[in-house]
Each structure stands twice: as C-alpha cells, then as structure tokens.
C-alpha cells in the first residue's frame, strides 16, 4: 500500500490560514469517509486532530477543519498561532483491513 | 485519564525477536480496538497492526504480515506485539495507540527499537 502524498512543507504568518493537501487514490482517501488527521510536535506522540474527514476530537481548537473533495483530504488551521507548528498526517483506511498515512507536512509558523 | 505505556524496547540484532508491552489505564482496556504505529527515526508514521476488543479479529500491515504477531491479555490491560526475523529496517519508535471511530485516538509515549549489529 503506497503512502498518501503530502506536501513536504508548508508555512504561514500568526492570524494567517494554512490548508495542507493529502492526496491518495479511490482505494483509501476517495472510496472511504474515514480520513484522519495527527499533530506531532518533536520528540512528543501523535495526537488526533481531525476524524472522519470533518470531525474534531472535545478539546481540539475550531481553528482546525477538515474536508475532502475526490481522492484529496485537506486539513486547514485558521488563526495560525506559534503553537501549531508541528508537523502533520494524515491517515486514510485503505480497505482489505489496511490503514495508510501520509509522508508528513512540517507546518512552520513564520 | 487515559494512560499507554510502551515497554520493552532496546537493541536487538538483525535476526532476533523481540515483545514489545503496552500497558493501558484510564479507561475500560476491554472495549477498545487497539493499535501499533511505528516511526522510523526522522521518518513518518507507519501503520502497524490492530487487534478486535475481544482479541479475535487481528490487521496487519502487508509489509510485516508473517513475521509480527499482535496480542492482548485484556485481565492484565495490555497490549502487546511480537516481532520475528528483525530488519535493520526495523528501528523505529513503537506507539500504541486506542483505535476509535476509524482513527487512533489516545496514543502512548512510544518504545525505541534499535536493530543493528
């Protein structure tokens, strides 16, 4: 099972908005509802951002949304604050009981 | 609050085994679809394997199936993952993590495994 493409990077200035794209195939993105999204600050554990393409976990800020159009899921942060740079993936089932991330995308804050 | 503890990570050397251990508290164990993510150093995520509540259903990675067994012992809150034949390709960080409305919800610290000779 390939790897979701991500952007290997990506930037914006506090207050700004930021989307990072993930893009996959009919087989996991495009064919399933079932897009997730994690934040990783260094040497720290993954946290759940976004399920279910749209959906935001009881204490995750509504600055963060997702969505999805075709075989692409993207994940926005509005109102950029130094905090949100992390770095970020998403994950996407992949049918046939498979489950597959993306590369990662480092968010810097500008 | 929820709390996964990975343990048993080290140094193995390529061709060795290894179990990692997962213990988990803060929430009821029996419930919950449980997880392993791994992480290369410097590298991203990389889906692992599941394990069903019950322990009757298990989900493994293509690139691992045959040489990785993933159990739990749902009396002892613990999750665990047994590796065979290791790769240098191997060496990651091992996450556990609770599995929940097709996402991983909770995840744990993680453990270093390093294999090399």
């Known amino acids: 099972q390939s790897a979701l493409t991500q952007p290997p990077s990506a930037s914006g200035s506090p207050g700004q908005s930021v989307t990072i794209s993930c893009t996959g195939t009919?087989?996991?993105?495009?064919?399933?509802?079932?897009v997730s999204w994690y934040q990783q600050h260094p040497g720290k554990a993954p946290k759940l951002m976004i399920y279910e393409v749209t959906k935001r976990p009881s204490g995750v800020p509504d600055r963060f949304s997702g969505s999805k159009s075709g075989n692409t899921a993207s994940l926005t942060v509005s109102g950029l604050q130094a905090e949100d740079e992390a770095d970020y993936y998403c994950n996407s089932y992949a049918g046939n009981s498979n489950w597959v991330f993306g590369g990662g995308t480092k968010l810097t804050v500008l | 609050e929820v709390q996964l503890v990975e343990s048993g990570g080290g140094l193995v050397q390529p061709g060795g085994s290894l179990r990692l251990s997962c213990a988990a508290s803060?929430?009821?164990?029996?419930?919950?679809?449980m997880t392993w993510v791994r992480q290369a150093p410097g590298k991203g995520l990389d889906w692992v394997a599941n394990i069903k509540p019950d322990g009757s259903v298990k989900q493994y990675a293509d690139s691992l199936e045959g040489r990785i067994t993933i159990s739990r012992d749902n009396a002892k809150n613990s999750l665990y993952l047994q590796m065979n034949s290791l790769r240098v390709e191997d060496t990651a960080v091992y996450y556990c993590?609770?599995?929940?409305?097709?996402?991983?919800?909770?995840w744990g610290r993680g453990t270093l495994l390093t294999v090399s000779s």
């Open positions: 993590a609770t599995s929940r409305d097709w996402a991983f919800d909770y």
């Open positions: 009919t087989g996991d993105v495009g064919g399933y509802n079932y």
């Open positions: 803060g929430f009821t164990f029996n419930n919950y679809w």
